[in-house]
Structure formats: structure tokens, C-alpha cells
T-cell receptor, first 113, second 114 residues
Framework: DTAVSQTPKYLVTQMGNDKSIKCEQN?????MYWYKQDSKKFLKIMFS???????INETVPNRFSPKSPDKAHLNLHINSLELGDSAVYFC????????????FGNGTRLTVT | GENVEQHPSTLSVQEGDSAVIKCTYS??????FPWYKQELGKRPQLIID?????GEKKDQRIAVTLNKTAKHFSLHITETQPEDSAVYFC?????????????FGTGTQLKVEL
């Protein structure tokens, strides 16, 4: 019973397509995140939601649109995929309290050809 | 915004030796400093964290120190073992709207050789 689960694990698609990644957490956390890890392993925050409300929106192209139907789910939709979008996308969650650790999902490896 | 620098980028040690990874941060408002270990193809996993009201924390072979004045913190692994081989990330966090905004360092590839 994975605490933070993402689907799919692998996603291979062509440039210009639209794709979605889903994330669910069963930890009862209020806050969820999307992080992008590029080919150099650099981890960078993209978005954060607290109880369905967007609280962090970094400089991310508006082709990326997160959606949180409830506090246990945070999905990521990407329009018009580009080669540079190829990366591993990690979902994470944390309790509402500040200074709490993030729990990461297993990641989705997106390859755009 | 916050900027976290991490050194070295690669570190090779002999089994049983100690390993030290150092990080600096720029925003004095950062008050939470976790360290994550990421094995190849796996997710980052928390190994230890420290809050700004504490100068040092230890958990078995792992310790972290924090110098708020100098804005740097370090990870110390003693008696290294082959299973310690992984990429280690430091991070600095500012509370943001009910969660944390974690800014990660660029990672250190640790290799423990037999």
C-alpha cells in the first residue's frame, strides 16, 4: 500500500500530444506537490496545493495545468508536449504543519520523442 | 528566491570511511533542512532533517549540523557501507501557505567502494 502513488510509471509520447499524470496519497496530508527532475538530477518544484487550493506556482509554462479534485489527489495535465518536457515528474505530499518532510511518489518518467 | 548550493557533486570513499556533504543557502528565512537519499531509479527518501532551532542532530551513522549564522549545513555519514551509495540531496525550506517550499541542492553522487 504505497503512501503516494503515481500513474503511469512510464510515459512515452510524441511532440505536440497532450498527456496527464495522476497522483494519489493515502497519508491524510493536506498539501501536495509536483516536482520535476531533469536529466542532471536537479529537483525543482513546479506546483503545490493545500487542501485543493493552489499555493505555489513556480515559473512553469502554462501548458502545464495541475488539478486537485480533493486533497488526496493532485493530477498534472500537459498540453502540446515538447522535447524539453522529458524528465521524471515526482508527486509528493506533506502534512499542513510547516517544517514537515515531503513524502515522494515513485515518479513518472516522461519521454517525448 | 532561495538558492541552495551543494558540494561536492561526486564523492568516492572507501568502505568504512566517513563522508561529508556540505550545503549553503541564501534565504535567512529558511528554517527547515531535510536531507534526501535517492537510489538509482527510485524516489527521494528522507534520511534526516534538522530545524533551525537545533544545531546538530544524529541518527545512528548519520548526523547533520547547521550553522544559521553562516547559512550552511552538512551531512556526515560515518562507517560508510556499499548500500550508502546513492545521490544525496540537501534542501532548505520556507513555510508556504500550509506546506513547505523546498529548494533542493544539485545533489551529490556518493560511491562507497569495497
Amino acid at each position: 500500500d504505497t503512501a503516494v502513488s503515481q500513474t503511469p510509471k512510464y510515459l512515452v509520447t510524441q511532440m505536440g500530444n497532450d498527456k496527464s499524470i495522476k497522483c494519489e496519497q493515502n497519508l491524510g496530508h493536506d498539501t501536495m506537490y509536483w516536482y520535476k527532475q531533469d536529466s542532471k538530477k536537479f529537483l525543482k518544484i513546479m506546483f503545490s496545493y493545500n487542501n485543493k487550493e493552489l499555493i505555489i506556482n513556480e515559473t512553469v509554462p502554462n501548458r502545464f495545468s495541475p488539478k486537485s479534485p480533493d486533497k488526496a489527489h493532485l493530477n498534472l495535465h500537459i498540453n502540446s508536449l515538447e522535447l524539453g518536457d522529458s524528465a521524471v515528474y515526482f508527486c509528493a505530499s506533506s502534512p499542513r504543519t510547516a517544517n514537515s518532510p515531503l513524502h515522494f511518489g515513485n515518479g513518472t518518467r516522461l519521454t517525448v520523442t | 528566491g532561495e538558492n541552495v548550493e551543494q558540494h561536492p557533486s561526486t564523492l568516492s570513499v572507501q568502505e568504512g570511511d566517513s563522508a561529508v556533504i556540505k550545503c549553503t543557502y541564501s534565504d535567512s528565512a529558511s528554517n527547515y533542512f531535510p536531507w534526501y537519499k535517492q537510489e538509482l531509479g527510485k524516489r527521494p527518501q528522507l534520511i534526516i532533517d534538522i530545524r533551525s532551532n537545533v544545531g546538530e542532530k544524529k541518527d545512528q551513522r548519520i548526523a547533520v549540523t547547521l550553522n544559521k549564522t553562516a547559512k550552511h549545513f552538512s551531512l556526515h555519514i560515518t562507517e560508510t557501507q556499499p548500500e550508502d551509495s546513492a545521490v544525496y540531496f540537501c534542501a532548505a525550506s520556507i513555510a508556504a501557505g500550509g506546506g513547505n517550499k523546498l529548494t533542493f541542492g544539485t545533489g551529490t553522487q556518493l560511491k562507497v567502494e569495497l
